[in-house]
T-cell receptor, first 112, second 111 residues
Framework: SQTIHQWPATLVQPVGSPLSLECTVEGTSNPNLYWYRQAAGRGLQLLFYSVGIGQISSEVPQNLSASRPQDRQFILSSKKLLLSDSGFYLC???????????FGDGTRLSIL | SQQGEEDPQALSIQEGENATMNCSYKTSINNLQWYRQNSGRGLVHLILIRSNEREKHSGRLRVTLDTSKKSSSLLITASRAADTASYFCATDGDSNYQLIWGAGTKLIIKP
């Protein structure tokens, strides 16, 4: 069966520090991969999606970037975090874009 | 921009009662999906209904879709405390690669 791992679960970082969040999927090949951010009590904001290795589409211009160095690995990065980067970050995968998405347990990011 | 809009934003009912949540969307769709999110966790896919379907059931869940009104409803029958969560609808819209998400309905089941 397919599983998705996302880590860390919680992260506290100072303003201006770098960020690296990692997500890996097991049990499937060539998945679509997604990074979302969710503000408290709100819906999902799509940040990046990827349909293949090295293929990244950005939905929101900001100081975040994403990479897909391997088929089932998706990384969210920042060189310098802002206070506004605080939030709940979710990684997800799907077989195709219109099909159900399967989510990791998220990373709670707090910027001090 | 968000295509799906759920209402109500919040719903509080007694255990055992039925809970109904609604979702409206703006553009034509191929399918509409419902997800549940427990507090502090990732979303879990509940049910997918295609544009040529009008109703779908899964256990205590019943989803209806009215493409003429661009709306869907999620009914949870005989609610339980464990149903307390936020519920989101998502549509595919014009995109082949992403879903468009609503802001969610927060459901609280009182014991």
């Amino acid at each position: 069966s397919q599983t998705i791992h996302q880590w860390p679960a919680t992260l506290v970082q100072p303003v201006g520090s770098p960020l690296s969040l990692e997500c890996t999927v097991e049990g499937t090949s060539n998945p679509n991969l997604y990074w979302y951010r969710q503000a408290a009590g709100r819906g999902l904001q799509l940040l990046f999606y990827s349909v293949g290795i090295g293929q990244i589409s950005s939905e929101v211009p900001q100081n975040l970037s994403a990479s897909r160095p391997q088929d089932r690995q998706f990384i969210l990065s920042s060189k310098k975090l802002l206070l506004s980067d605080s939030g709940f970050y979710l990684c997800a995968w799907s077989v195709e874009g219109r099909e159900p998405q399967h989510f990791g347990d998220g990373t709670r990011l707090s910027i001090l | 921009s968000q295509q799906g809009e759920e209402d109500p934003q919040a719903l509080s009912i007694q255990e055992g009662e039925n809970a109904t949540m609604n979702c409206s969307y703006k553009t034509s769709i191929n399918n509409l999906q419902w997800y549940r999110q427990n507090s502090g966790r990732g979303l879990v896919h509940l049910i997918l209904i295609r544009s040529n379907e009008r109703e779908k059931h899964s256990g205590r869940l019943r989803v209806t879709l009215d493409t003429s009104k661009k709306s869907s409803s999620l009914l949870i029958t005989a609610s339980r405390a464990a149903d307390t969560a936020s519920y989101f609808c998502a549509t595919d819209g014009d995109s082949n690669y992403q879903l468009i998400w609503g802001a969610g309905t927060k459901l609280i089941i009182k014991p």
